[in-house]
């Protein structure tokens, strides 16, 4: 039987994320044995701290949420991620360049942030945000399969800070692309059990959500927006 609280990364990317907000993320992810909370790149040494006694994985976002960053920019924040205790790293792509069709730099952008963060720990978890909301379908296979090729270990649909969020549409695309070569991350609206189980009967491996408790209670939430 799937044990969905394993499959969420626990989230709080909020402008407003307080120290407070991490450190009772950081104890829901504890309680509800969250597969690991995703929080801003500076509260990485906080939850890392916060988390040292659990079985508890700490998800960061690189060039979040525009993704317009310079290569050299995003690989230094992957890597002083890692460094201070991520064990997923979740980037964006450049969409305007997606849509340029530059695809060696989008390529290139993905490469470079692979290898800053497996240069410090081969084990972390790279995955790679496409943000599905803003693509064509053939935009989302071309994105799919250049996330594959330069090495990462997910395809991520969304940042949950655009138009959209994840979709069953979006998601069976993508598992039809990847087969079982990479996994898929499903983030963006996903507020309750019934979404959630569906999103991973499509193809998805990992939800991205700030409503996981009551996604694993199975109880109802008010705003289903955002992440």
């Not at 792509?93 to 720990?121: R, S």
């Not at 993508?174 to 979404?195: C, F, N, P, S």
Request: charged share 25%; proline share 1%.
């Amino acid at each position: 039987m799937l044990n969905i609280a394993q499959t969420i990364d626990h989230t709080c990317l909020k402008a407003t994320a307080t120290e407070e907000d991490i450190k009772q993320l950081c104890e829901e992810a504890i309680t509800y044995q969250f597969k690991t909370v995703c929080v801003p790149t500076c509260y990485v040494g906080m939850a890392t701290h916060l988390l040292s006694e659990a079985p508890v994985g700490i998800t960061t976002v690189v060039g979040f949420p525009l993704g317009n960053e310079t290569s050299a920019a995003k690989a230094f924040e992957a890597k002083e991620a890692v460094i201070k205790g991520a064990t997923d790293v979740d980037m964006v792509i450049n969409i305007g360049a997606l849509k340029n069709e530059k695809y060696d730099y989008v390529k290139y952008d993905i490469e470079e942030v692979v290898k800053a963060a497996k240069e410090v720990d081969e084990n972390v978890i790279v995955k790679v945000i496409i943000e599905t909301c803003y693509l064509e379908a053939d935009e989302i296979v071309k994105a799919t399969e250049l996330v594959m090729e330069a090495g990462a270990d997910f395809v991520k649909t969304s940042t949950g800070f655009g138009t959209g969020g994840a979709t069953i549409e979006h998601i069976s695309l993508m598992k039809r692309t990847v087969g079982d070569k990479i996994k898929i991350k499903a983030a963006g609206g996903i507020g309750d059990a019934a979404t959630a189980h569906a999103l991973i009967e499509a193809g998805a491996d990992r939800l991205g959500t700030s409503k996981s408790i009551a996604i694993v209670t199975n109880a109802e939430t008010v705003q289903k927006e955002g992440y």
